[in-house]
C-alpha cells in the first residue's frame, strides 16, 4: 500500500467522524422538539387548507346573496369567489411564512 493511500484514509475518519456528530446532533434536537411531528404537519396543512375554503365560500355566499338581491351585467358570485380566494391565498402564504420564520429562528437558537 502507498503512502497517498494511507494518508487518504486517515482523513476519511475525521471527515466521517464530524458527518456522524452533525446526524448526531440534528437527531437529538428532533428528539428535544418532538411536537413538530407528522401530526403538527398535518394540522399545519388543515390549518392553511381552511384558511383559504372559509374565504373563498363566504365570497361565493356573500356573490350568490348579491346576484339575487341586486342583479348586475357581471356575476357578482364570481367576482366575490375570485376575492375570497386571493384572500385566501394570501392568508395561506401568511401562516407559511409566519411559521417558516419560527422554525428559523428556533433552529439558529439551537445551534448557538
Known sequence: MSDDSRNKGAKDPTAFSREVGAKASRKLRARRNHAHGVWFGLGMMGLIGWSVVVPTLLGA??????????????????????????????????????????????????DD
Open 61 to 110: 355566499a356573500l356573490g350568490i346573496w348579491l346576484d339575487n338581491r341586486h342583479p348586475a351585467n357581471h356575476s357578482w358570485t364570481l367576482s366575490l369567489l375570485i376575492i375570497g380566494l386571493v384572500i385566501g391565498c394570501l392568508n395561506a402564504w401568511y401562516w407559511v411564512r409566519k411559521e417558516e420564520k419560527a422554525m428559523r429562528e428556533q433552529q439558529e437558537n439551537h
